[in-house]
């Protein structure tokens, strides 16, 4: 008899799309109030087509985003999704430093709780900014504040983010911290391939991720996660023609077939809310091994 092959965990990081790092640089924060909102009709479409596929997800949904759409939020919960963190202004954890990441998830927290009417315990960090070298506080001050996970670490090498040296597997960075479920990545040629979202996912051809997210569940045993944003679905949206060129292939490149994709991707395997699938990882954290690329 061979056991079922996991589940994996479907995510959507709630955002809109002049918050993302690519674009930092060109669309500042207080241009962000007057910028063409487009997150709650994406986001709509996301509902639409994980209810189409009878999944439930998590969105780790932004404190600024929820202040301002809370209706939005609470058809996200009332719908059987788990409700998360993405922090409230989408800060780089590593630059704000260690008060004021505090003060950024204790306000997401909030504001996320009153618009949604559930408890949220998830977190992930802005741009996958936390890290054993960078941030070696964050899990710790997650669980002071009254979350039960991260799910905020890339362990690959990445010209914006990444955490190489960090476990590929669910694991408790710190004694006193919440345990971290990081992105999904496959081991092969010596190195940590994504295999998780992102760029990648859009630029790759489908089955070739079909296939190292089927080795991923199957050779090892793991259950993947995987995120995607609003944004990506949304080849609509304004065109950031000042961004440098590299940022703009990264966020513009196949949007119009991303949807498509992911209806496929839900069909193609089993997904469940981070929550759900990683349980037993965030009630009986392993320590983290200390061997890399563990
Ligand atoms: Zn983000």
């Given at each position: 008899?061979?056991?079922?092959?996991?589940?994996?965990?479907?995510?959507?990081?709630?955002?809109?799309?002049?918050?993302?790092?690519?674009?930092?640089?060109?669309?500042?924060?207080?241009?962000?109030?007057?910028?063409?909102?487009?997150?709650?009709?994406?986001?709509?479409?996301?509902?639409?087509?994980?209810?189409?596929?009878g999944?439930?997800?998590?969105?780790?949904?932004?404190?600024?985003?929820?202040?301002?759409?809370?209706?939005?939020?609470r058809?996200?919960?009332?719908a059987?999704?788990?409700?998360?963190?993405?922090?409230?202004?989408?800060?780089?954890?590593?630059?704000?430093?260690?008060?004021?990441?505090?003060?950024?998830?204790?306000?997401?927290?909030v504001?996320?709780?009153?618009?949604?009417?559930?408890?949220?315990?998830?977190?992930?960090?802005?741009?996958?900014?936390?890290?054993?070298?960078?941030t070696?506080?964050?899990?710790?001050?997650?669980?002071?504040?009254?979350?039960?996970?991260?799910?905020?670490?890339?362990?690959?090498?990445?010209?914006?983010?990444?955490?190489?040296?960090?476990?590929?597997?669910?694991?408790?960075?710190?004694?006193?911290?919440?345990?971290?479920?990081?992105?999904?990545?496959?081991?092969?040629?010596?190195?940590?391939?994504?295999?998780?979202?992102?760029?990648?996912?859009?630029?790759?051809?489908?089955?070739?991720?079909?296939?190292?997210?089927?080795?991923?569940?199957?050779?090892?045993g793991?259950a993947?996660?995987?995120?995607?944003?609003?944004?990506?679905?949304?080849?609509?949206?304004?065109?950031?023609?000042?961004?440098?060129?590299?940022?703009?292939?990264?966020?513009?490149?196949?949007?119009?077939?991303?949807?498509?994709?992911?209806?496929?991707?839900?069909r193609?395997?089993?997904?469940?809310?981070?929550?759900?699938?990683?349980?037993?990882?965030?009630?009986?954290?392993?320590?983290?091994?200390?061997?890399?690329?563990?």
């Amino acid at each position: 008899m061979t056991a079922p092959p996991p589940r994996n965990a479907m995510s959507v990081d709630v955002e809109e799309w002049f918050q993302v790092q690519a674009f930092a640089g060109v669309i500042p924060r207080e241009r962000w109030e007057v910028s063409d909102s487009r997150v709650v009709a994406s986001t709509d479409r996301i509902l639409a087509r994980l209810a189409e596929a009878g999944v439930r997800a998590t969105f780790f949904t932004l404190g600024w985003v929820a202040e301002r759409h809370p209706a939005l939020v609470r058809r996200i919960a009332e719908a059987g999704h788990e409700l998360a963190s993405h922090g409230y202004g989408h800060e780089l954890v590593h630059q704000i430093g260690q008060a004021r990441f505090r003060e950024d998830i204790r306000r997401a927290k909030v504001v996320l709780e009153d618009a949604g009417g559930v408890a949220v315990t998830g977190y992930r960090a802005p741009t996958f900014s936390v890290g054993p070298a960078i941030t070696p506080w964050a899990h710790r001050v997650l669980a002071e504040e009254g979350y039960r996970y991260s799910s905020s670490v890339f362990p690959l090498r990445h010209d914006l983010y990444g955490a190489p040296d960090a476990p590929r597997g669910p694991h408790l960075p710190d004694p006193e911290g919440v345990p971290e479920l990081p992105m999904t990545t496959l081991r092969a040629f010596g190195r940590n391939l994504p295999c998780a979202g992102g760029g990648w996912f859009r630029l790759a051809p489908y089955p070739l991720f079909r296939t190292a997210l089927r080795r991923v569940n199957q050779a090892e045993g793991r259950a993947g996660m995987f995120y995607f944003h609003p944004w990506e679905i949304d080849p609509g949206q304004p065109r950031v023609a000042a961004a440098p060129r590299r940022a703009r292939f990264r966020h513009y490149t196949r949007q119009g077939s991303m949807e498509q994709r992911i209806v496929r991707l839900l069909r193609d395997f089993a997904w469940g809310r981070v929550d759900e699938v990683f349980a037993s990882e965030i009630a009986a954290p392993a320590p983290a091994p200390t061997a890399r690329a563990a």
